[in-house]
């Protein structure tokens, strides 16, 4: 029998950093029962204090080839019960440990002041991570949220390792020290990136649910300049070949406020953001073919918005929703069309979660609900992650920075 790519994630709420770390560890090697080629480590910062005491408690206790990880708001991961658990706003560690055979394990850093120039070739972003492309990699990445430049690193590698995964999220600010901090190996970092490359016999599938329902109709934008969207126009019929009468964008959002019921009228007074369609050849757009991006501002002078992100004409748009039960939906059929696009022979080894601050039980009511949802669809693997201030994942063909955002990284051997 061959040898078979095993993960294991272990949970623990113990106030003491000693205590939790000597939990995580044993119920971590126990449950795993194979040597571990990579450790990643997610701590939550009721232990701000300790942040430097956690490698060497760790190196006590455990030999690792490779450990990332990363302070978070909350930290996720398997209790002793063998259940998915959300540790919010108390002491939490997680430790997710893999046997990785037939799989090259590449760990890295990345200063933030050591970035490409956008305009450079392949080859630069290349150098800076010492990972052949020939590899299809597949990548891990966790970033200081003060570190200028996230979506320039997220652009160069989508351009040096085009067709990779990647996910991952920004650590968390303790509001006790007013910074993040980094894991990687026997260092702790402050800024930058940290980051595994993993290629060989190892597919990771992504999950992303923005939390957000669509609302009117979708249209394309006929007039823009950066970030500022001027006039559009409805599509007309479902393969975007005929548009309406150009309007500008608060022309449309007052028609269709008429049209909302009092709920989502009172929902879009402080919930309404913007989809932007990323394929631009797909005919018939689906939820989850929008990057969701915040509506910034309105100007009443002229009727035009500005979002969080560029836009050019020609590119379709979709105003969206998000509330507890948009972003529970919303999850639930990216759950669902993963189930029925996945082979039934491929079985998953382990799940890494990335989800926002802002969700959990603070969105929902109720605790350990993004998580356990996907345990209803995705059986029996362990998930580990971290609650995060912003989430790196892919729409459509590109990767990007995400909030209010849960993204899941899905490990499997081919």
């Not at 003060?146 to 590698?157: H, M, R, T, V």
């Not at 950066?226 to 548009?243: F, G, T, W």
């Not at 689906?286 to 990057?291: H, I, K, P, R, T």
Request: proline share 5%.
């Amino acid at each position: 029998m061959t040898d078979q790519m095993k993960w294991a994630s272990a949970l623990s709420t113990r106030p003491s950093l000693e205590a939790a770390v000597g939990e995580v560890v044993e119920q971590a090697q126990r449950s795993l029962q194979a040597p571990a080629d990579l450790g990643l480590v997610f701590i939550s910062s009721a232990f701000a204090s300790e942040y430097s005491r956690l490698l060497p408690l760790l190196q006590e206790r455990l030999s690792l080839p490779v450990l990332i990880g990363c302070s978070g708001g909350g930290v996720i991961g398997m209790n002793q019960s063998g259940e998915a658990q959300e540790v919010e706003q108390e002491a939490g560690l997680s430790l997710s440990l893999a046997h990785l055979p037939g799989v090259k394990v590449q760990p890295f850093h990345i200063p933030s002041d050591e970035l490409p120039d956008l305009d450079s070739p392949p080859s630069a972003w290349v150098d800076l991570t010492g990972i052949s492309p020939e590899d299809e990699p597949q990548f891990v990445l966790l970033s200081d949220p003060f570190s200028s430049g996230i979506n320039d690193l997220l652009q160069g590698l989508d351009y040096a390792y085009p067709g990779s995964a990647k996910v991952g999220g920004l650590a968390s600010v303790s509001s006790i020290t007013n910074s993040s901090t980094l894991f990687f190996n026997d260092q702790v970092l402050y800024e930058g990136t940290v980051g595994v490359a993993l290629s060989g016999d190892i597919v990771m599938e992504t999950i992303v649910a923005q939390g957000c329902r669509p609302i009117g109709q979708t249209y394309r934008v006929a007039e823009g300049e950066r970030n500022i969207v001027l006039s559009i126009e409805e599509q007309v019929d479902a393969d975007a070949l005929a548009c309406g009468m150009a309007k500008t964008p608060l022309e449309v959002l007052q028609s269709l406020f008429q049209d909302l019921s009092d709920e989502d009228r009172a929902l879009a007074q402080h919930s309404l953001f913007v989809g932007i369609a990323r394929n631009e050849f797909k005919q018939r757009l689906e939820q989850g073919d929008f990057l969701i991006r915040n509506l910034l501002g309105v100007d009443p002078k002229v009727g035009a918005i500005a979002i969080g992100d560029r836009v050019r004409p020609g590119q379709r748009i979709q105003f969206h929703l998000r509330d507890a039960q948009a972003s529970a939906e919303d999850l639930e059929m990216m759950l669902e069309r993963y189930q029925q696009n996945t082979q039934a022979n491929s079985e998953a080894a382990g799940a890494l979660l990335f989800s926002c601050v802002g969700r959990g039980q603070g969105l929902y009511g109720q605790p350990n609900f993004d998580s356990h949802l996907f345990g209803r669809y995705i059986h029996n693997i362990p998930v580990s992650g971290f609650f995060c201030g912003g989430e790196i994942g892919p729409v459509g063909d590109a990767t990007f920075l995400h909030g209010y955002t849960s993204v899941f990284g899905i490990c499997r051997q081919p």
